[in-house]
T-cell receptor, first 112, second 114 residues
C-alpha cells in the first residue's frame, strides 16, 4: 500500500521483542491502523488494530504516535512461528464498503 | 470446526473453462470478501457482500461472478478462465463492514489457468 511505508525486512532473536515500524503520514482522522501477518502459503491473519490509543491483545501491542503518522507493532517475546510477512494497512470506508489494501510489508525472520 | 474454509485449495484449469471457488464461514458474519493476491500487486478486492443476496464490485471484478444465497457461503465463479486469472484467491469475512471490524481470511485457493 503506497499509503504506508514499512522496512522490507527485519531480524529478531527468539525470545526477544520484535518492534515493527510503519509510517502512515497521510492517514485521515477516521482511518484505523491495522496489522495483519501472512505466514508462508497461508491466508493473512489479523493481529491488532487501533485508531488513536495504544492497544494490546494476546498476540501483540500497538503503539500509535500522538500525531497518528506512524505506529509500531510489538511482539513481546518472538518465537520461530512468528516468522512471517507483516502488513501495516489502513482500513478505510470507500464507496460504502470497507477496504483493505496490503503493500509489500515487512518480512520478519525470527532466528534461534 | 468454526472458521472460514475454502475449496479447492489447489486447482488447475484450462483457458475458457468455468471454475467455481467455494468459501464457507461458520461465524454468521454479515460481510464476506473475495481477494486475489499477485506478486507486485498485493491484495486486491474482487467482490464483497454485505449480507445474503447483497453483493457489490470491488477493485477488480471483471471476469468474475459471485452469489450469496446463504449467509455462510460466498462462491466465486470465473465464467471463462483466462491466464491472467492465475492467482491465489482469498476469501474473508467480518462481523460488520465498518472500518473498526477486522477481517478473517481463509487459507486460500491457488488457481492456475493453462
Amino acid at each position: 500500500d503506497a499509503k504506508t511505508t514499512q522496512p522490507p525486512s527485519m531480524d529478531c532473536a527468539e525470545g526477544r521483542a520484535a518492534n515493527l515500524p510503519c509510517n502512515h503520514s497521510t492517514i485521515s482522522g477516521n482511518e484505523y491502523v491495522y496489522w495483519y501477518r501472512q505466514i508462508h502459503s497461508q491466508g493473512p491473519q489479523y493481529i491488532i488494530h487501533g485508531l488513536k490509543n495504544n492497544e494490546t491483545n494476546e498476540m501483540a501491542s500497538l503503539i500509535i504516535t500522538e500525531d497518528r503518522k506512524s505506529s509500531t507493532l510489538i511482539l513481546p517475546h518472538a518465537t520461530l512461528r512468528d516468522t512471517a510477512v507483516y502488513y501495516c494497512t489502513r482500513h478505510s470506508l470507500n464507496s460504502g464498503y470497507s477496504t483493505l489494501t496490503f503493500g509489500k510489508g515487512t518480512m520478519l525472520l525470527v532466528s534461534p | 470446526d468454526a472458521g472460514i474454509t475454502q475449496s479447492p485449495r489447489y486447482k488447475i484449469t484450462e483457458t475458457g473453462r468455468q471454475v467455481t471457488l467455494m468459501c464457507h464461514q461458520t461465524w454468521s458474519h454479515s460481510y464476506m470478501f473475495w481477494y486475489r493476491q499477485d506478486l507486485g500487486h498485493g491484495l486486491r478486492l474482487i467482490y464483497y457482500s454485505a449480507a445474503a443476496d447483497i453483493t457489490d464490485k470491488g477493485e477488480v471484478p471483471d471476469g468474475y461472478v459471485v452469489s450469496r444465497s446463504k449467509t455462510e457461503n460466498f462462491p466465486l465463479t470465473l465464467e471463462s478462465a483466462t491466464r491472467s486469472q492465475t492467482s491465489v484467491y482469498f476469501c474473508a469475512s467480518s462481523e460488520l463492514g465498518g472500518p473498526s471490524y477486522e477481517q478473517y481470511f481463509g487459507p486460500g485457493t491457488r488457481l492456475t489457468v493453462t
